[in-house]
């Protein structure tokens, strides 16, 4: 089988920074201006660009967890990352020559929808490697999170100010540059670790098979459904509704990402002595609490205070979430860290259709929905068991 000249080195930490800040900030780019560049340059209508943002998720949930399972049958992470960087830069270049519908909802969705698959199986690797020779695999883990928690903080202002004050072509060029860099390091650099599987592990296993990873996966697709349709909302609640400032929405976002990133990094060193459910069942409490006050916060600057229980949910579970997946499922790592992927994937495809309550005659009955989704969500997760150990 082909390999890359870096599967056969032992990899370094350096390797899995780079990877972690310029494979999430090539996708920042393109995905927040996607809607923006669909409607204004190519001149899709409602329809066009609906269906657009339908195929494209579902794409990606198989996409991504079809190679995961390939991945644990000994298709190397390497050349898959390599692939994946491969298709970014194809996505990017092919964004540039103006497609229509049909090649946009094709070629365009297989490019994009590929080039995701690079995030799950760069996890999956980072956390071979950590297990192989680390002391503290849950603070790599968390940290490398935190690095794309960071690109996503970076990336949308930049996409959105390349886009608008130059062109579209040259923030497509900048992504497919970082996804070259990306694929550079990853065809040198980037180790296949071969892990022995634990007694009893079985690298065949079906994940849906797990009473806990079905619940565990359920519960995370809720809470993203919910904290998704929130997402979605709040800037047409608070620019529309409530009349403030069209600029307070990115005030909102931008200091909830901010305040996740030592949230993240706080849970890791916390997770081994109160256990990662604990952990996620904070998170989720924060959600529900969050979308309570959504209801009744009308003041801009409450607004503002209600954020850290945002950056609380996003940054316990979100970093928590993907390791539970991999300890609940530690011989099939390219499988578990995809799953965690899919239920944040299947959340948006929900949470985005959440928005048509709107039309009952206020955008505050989506996060009253959202309220009884992620309660449903945190009594399902109660029933999740336990990981046994939780790994370094």
């Not at 990017?92 to 297989?110: D, E, K, Q, S, Y």
């Not at 999170?145 to 004050?165: D, E, K, Q």
């Not at 990873?213 to 709040?234: D, E, P, Q």
């Amino acid at each position: 089988m082909f390999q890359t000249k870096g599967a056969t080195k032992k990899g370094d930490t350096l390797t899995y920074v780079l990877l972690c800040t310029f494979i999430p900030f090539a996708g920042s780019l393109i995905y927040p201006v996607l809607s923006l560049y669909v409607t204004t340059v190519l001149n899709f209508d409602s329809f066009g660009t609906s269906l657009l943002f339908v195929l494209l998720p579902v794409m990606t949930v198989a996409i991504v967890q079809i190679t995961g399972r390939l991945s644990d049958h000994g298709l190397q992470r390497p050349l898959i990352v390599c692939t994946a960087c491969i298709a970014g830069i194809l996505a990017a270049i092919f964004l540039t020559i103006r497609p229509n519908l049909i090649l946009m909802c094709t070629l365009g969705v297989f490019f994009l929808a590929s080039s995701a698959v690079g995030f799950p199986q760069m996890f999956a690797s980072a956390r071979e490697f950590s297990l192989r020779g680390m002391r503290n695999s849950l603070m790599f883990t968390t940290f490398l999170r935190a690095l794309c928690s960071l690109a996503w903080v970076v990336g949308p202002p930049v996409s959105y100010f390349v886009a608008t004050g130059f062109s579209f072509n040259l923030l497509f060029v900048l992504s497919a540059t970082m996804f070259a860099f990306s694929l550079v390091v990853t065809f040198f650099y980037l180790p296949h670790i071969k892990i022995e599987p634990l007694e009893g592990g079985n690298k065949k296993e079906n994940p849906f098979k797990s009473l806990a990873v079905v619940l565990l996966f359920i519960s995370c697709a809720l809470m993203f459904t919910a904290f998704n349709s929130y997402i979605v909302t709040m800037p047409l609640y608070v620019t529309q509704e409530l009349k403030l400032n069209e600029s307070w929405p990115g005030y909102m976002l931008g200091l909830a990402a901010f305040l996740e990133i030592p949230i993240m990094l706080i849970a890791a060193k916390v997770a081994k002595k109160v256990g990662l459910k604990s952990i996620i069942v904070v998170g989720a409490i924060c959600l529900v609490l969050f979308l309570v006050a959504m209801n009744f916060v009308v003041d801009k600057w409450h607004f503002l205070y209600i954020q850290l229980l945002s950056a609380l949910f996003i940054g316990l579970v979100s970093s928590m979430g993907m390791v539970y997946f991999q300890e609940l499922l530690p011989t099939i790592p390219g499988q578990s860290t995809s799953l965690f992927i899919n239920a944040g994937t299947a959340g948006q495809i929900a949470g985005g259709a959440l928005i048509s309550l709107s039309a009952l005659g206020s955008y505050r009955y989506i996060f009253m929905a959202g309220v009884g989704i992620s309660l449903l969500a945190l009594i399902i997760l109660c029933f999740v068991k336990k990981p046994q150990n939780l790994s370094n």
